[in-house]
């Protein structure tokens, strides 16, 4: 099995930064893709960026050009850099790996508050 906790999150004005980090433990050689997703108040969750073992990203429109994804294999650990925060970032953003091909593990969560 593999378990996630992230860390990271807090609050931050407008145009300003932060770093989400998503610790792997447990069968980590089993980990293929990971995720970013968050979910707002009264949303639904929604994927933010994807990182396969290859180092392969991608993200949604909404992050794009703002929002970096990146993975330490080696020291089991998944990144998320923000920059740019917009109000409508405002979620709690929760790590996501699938593992062996099959199963899926989620973090508990951290949330990110994006306010003047």
């Known amino acids: 099995q593999v378990q996630l906790v992230e860390s990271g999150g807090g609050l931050v004005q407008p145009g300003g930064s932060l770093r989400l980090s998503c610790a792997a433990s447990?069968?980590?050689?089993?980990?293929?893709?990971m995720r970013w997703y968050r979910q707002a108040p009264g949303k639904q969750r929604e994927l933010v960026a994807a990182?396969?073992?290859?180092?392969?990203?991608n993200y949604s429109d909404s992050v794009k050009g703002r929002f970096t994804i990146s993975r330490d294999n080696a020291k089991n650990w998944m990144y998320l850099q923000m920059n740019s925060l917009k109000p409508e970032d405002t979620a709690v953003y929760y790590c996501?790996?699938?593992?062996?091909?099959?199963?899926?593990?989620w973090g508990q969560g951290t949330q990110v508050t994006v306010s003047s």
């Open positions: 996501n790996a699938v593992y062996y091909s099959d199963y899926e593990t």
């Open positions: 447990g069968t980590i050689f089993s980990i293929n893709t």
């Open positions: 990182i396969s073992s290859d180092g392969s990203t």
